[in-house]
Structure formats: structure tokens, C-alpha cells
């Protein structure tokens, strides 16, 4: 039987096996294995089961996730006076509004993603010091 569903493996020192479970039943379709392919085999046959006995049953399975494609479009509606600080910006830089936007947005996440690298190793040392 195929399906379509999403799987994710991670490795567990506590039961020194890989942990193989399917996000879209959240904790109830696991499977357990000593190689990243016995795992995904082992998840293969519990969603199987899962969706055998949810068919033999009426229960409604989970709609499967899948990639979402980004178009690189999107529509922001902005305050009055961000939109005119940002405008004004724009005009400064002598560039366009959509690239001034782009740059603030790449930016802002620039400093996000490094903020949370510089953090992330304090926070374990003071979960585990």
C-alpha cells in the first residue's frame, strides 16, 4: 500500500535506536529501527496499519502535507506612516520601493536567525550548568 505521508527520523540516545513517526498522526504512528532504513520500514508498515484499520473503521485519515511552492509574490498592507517612512527611504536610496522592502525584510531576518544562534548555545548551557 502507498501513501503519501510525510516522515521524519531522528536518533535516540535513550533507546539508541532511530525514532521514526509520521507529523501528520502526530505521536500515534511510531516506529523504531536501528537504521534510518529500518525505521522508514517500520513506519511504513504502522501507517499502513493505521490506515487499514481508520478505513475498516470510517475514521478519517489526515490530509498528507505537501511542499508548498512559493510564487515570491505576496501583498503586505502597511501603515500610513510606515508606508511613508518607507517610501521615504526608498527615495533616499535611490532604489524601488519593493527592492528598499526586500532589503529591510532580509535584513531583519539576518539579524533574527543570527540572534538566535548566539543565544541557542547559552540557553543549553544553563539547561544543563
Same mark, same amino acid.
Given at each position: #500500500? %502507498?501513501?503519501?505521508? @510525510?516522515?521524519?527520523?531522528i536518533w535516540s540516545d535513550e533507546d539508541a535506536a532511530y525514532i521514526a513517526v %509520521?507529523? $501528520?498522526?502526530? !505521536?500515534?504512528?511510531s516506529a523504531f529501527g536501528g537504521t534510518l532504513a529500518e525505521a522508514a520500514r517500520e513506519l511504513t508498515t504502522a501507517l499502513e496499519l493505521e490506515i487499514? #484499520? @481508520?478505513? @475498516?473503521? =470510517? $475514521?478519517?485519515l489526515p490530509e498528507p502535507r505537501v511542499l508548498s511552492s512559493y510564487s515570491g509574490k505576496t501583498v503586505v498592507r502597511l501603515g500610513s506612516e510606515l508606508h +511613508? #517612512?518607507? !517610501?521615504? $527611504? !526608498? !527615495? +533616499? &536610496? =535611490?532604489? @524601488?520601493?519593493? %527592492?528598499?522592502l526586500l532589503t529591510?525584510? &532580509?535584513? =531583519?531576518? =539576518?539579524r533574527s536567525v543570527e540572534g538566535r544562534r548566539i543565544a541557542d548555545p547559552a540557553e543549553s548551557r544553563r539547561a544543563t550548568g
Open positions: #500500500m %502507498s501513501n503519501k505521508y @510525510s516522515v521524519n527520523i %509520521s507529523p $501528520e498522526f502526530g !505521536a500515534g504512528v487499514e #484499520m @481508520s478505513d @475498516s473503521e =470510517g $475514521e478519517p +511613508r #517612512m518607507v !517610501a521615504g $527611504e !526608498a !527615495a +533616499r &536610496s =535611490g532604489i @524601488s520601493l519593493n %527592492s528598499t529591510l525584510i &532580509s535584513l =531583519g531576518l =539576518g
